[in-house]
């Protein structure tokens, strides 16, 4: 008998930082799934294979390097193919890049399993999901993107150290879009049921500096290493194993809402239809314009690739 899981999530750019870093942390994750390494860069992509599935005697997962017709059958395809950000340039500068990489993987793909779900991690992460569901013809609810979750981490852990709680115990988001203009939402944060703005430690901190920490920190990775990998590496495992066992957790993932008409980094429960269901975000004057902000820049970002 086969020990090949039944599951696949296949990672196209998997020859890549950020793709390896995924497919490794899937594997060290335990999520029983075959994982399938494709790139355009076949021998890289055969290393990175080669490598993850010397990880993987113990666990679960399989790893090995696939073509892209298999990653079309996928039950997760995951995207990190694509140009990533030089030292001090911002995310939506890769929008003309890996717009072209993106048409001609979703080409490649095709056909699409029709049940597959597809998570974008390639930046301008918010701009690129839109493209992606409209090139592969999958239903909005089946392709998403790994939206803010990892800034909402970064916030987490910032919001950790100053209030001594857990970060899987403070419910806090960054949202609207990854990128420069993302923003806070200090009126929806919680902590142990509380406005997390009311807790005795956050009196006296200067909430402009915890969002610039955010703000830069990838900046700070790029300018020191080149390249941010493990931080998204195990943010997109976790929500390609919500897609694939089911989970309904809540992520501030790329997802379509309606009211805004867009794709946007915004908090949804994630199982596996997709998106199961978005929230509504409670926003004050302040936080309301500068999604106002987000939406107008991904929604005229959009509108040149329609
Ligand atoms: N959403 C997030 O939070 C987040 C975080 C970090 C990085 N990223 C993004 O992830 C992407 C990848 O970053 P990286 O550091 O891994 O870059 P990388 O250069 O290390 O890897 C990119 C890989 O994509 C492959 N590729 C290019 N065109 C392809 C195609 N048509 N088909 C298949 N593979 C193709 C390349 O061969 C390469 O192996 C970038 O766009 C980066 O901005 C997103």
Request: a negative charge.
């Amino acid at each position: 008998m086969s020990r090949i899981p039944r599951n696949s999530v296949a990672v196209i750019g998997g020859g890549g930082n950020v793709g390896a870093a995924i497919a490794f942390s899937l594997i060290a994750k335990s999520v029983p799934a075959e994982v399938l390494i494709v790139d355009v860069a076949e021998k890289a992509a055969k290393g990175q294979a080669l490598d993850i599935s010397d990880a993987s005697f113990m666990m679960p997962g399989t790893c090995r390097q696939a073509t892209f017709q298999e990653a079309g059958q996928s039950d997760v395809i995951i995207i990190t193919a694509g140009a990533r950000q030089q030292p001090g340039e911002p995310r939506s500068n890769l929008i003309d890049r890996n717009y072209k990489i993106i048409k001609s993987i979703m080409d490649s793909l095709k056909p699409i399993k029709s049940t597959a779900k597809i998570l974008v991690v390639s930046n301008p992460v918010d701009v690129l999901t839109d493209i992606a569901q409209k090139v592969s013809g999958l239903p909005r609810e089946q392709v998403i993107g790994s939206g803010t979750y990892l800034d909402s981490g970064r916030l987490r852990n910032a919001l950790s150290n100053i209030t001594g709680v857990s970060p899987t115990s403070i419910h806090a988001y960054m949202l609207g879009e990854h990128g420069d203009n993302q923003f806070t939402g200090w009126s929806s944060a919680r902590i142990g049921g509380h406005p997390l703005l009311e807790h005795p430690k956050m009196h006296d901190i200067e909430l402009d500096s915890i969002y610039t920490g955010i703000q830069r920190k990838a900046y700070e990775i790029i300018d020191a290493k080149g390249s941010t990998y493990y931080g998204i590496g195990i943010c997109a495992a976790t929500i390609a194993e919500a897609l694939l066992n089911n989970t309904s957790q809540v992520f501030p993932v790329t997802n379509y809402i309606e009211k805004y008409g867009c794709y946007m980094s915004w908090p949804a429960a994630i199982g596996s239809d997709g998106v199961e269901q978005s929230f509504d975000v409670k926003l004050n004057d302040e936080e309301a314009k500068k999604l106002e902000t987000a939406v107008h820049a991904i929604r005229e970002a959009c509108e040149k690739y329609e």
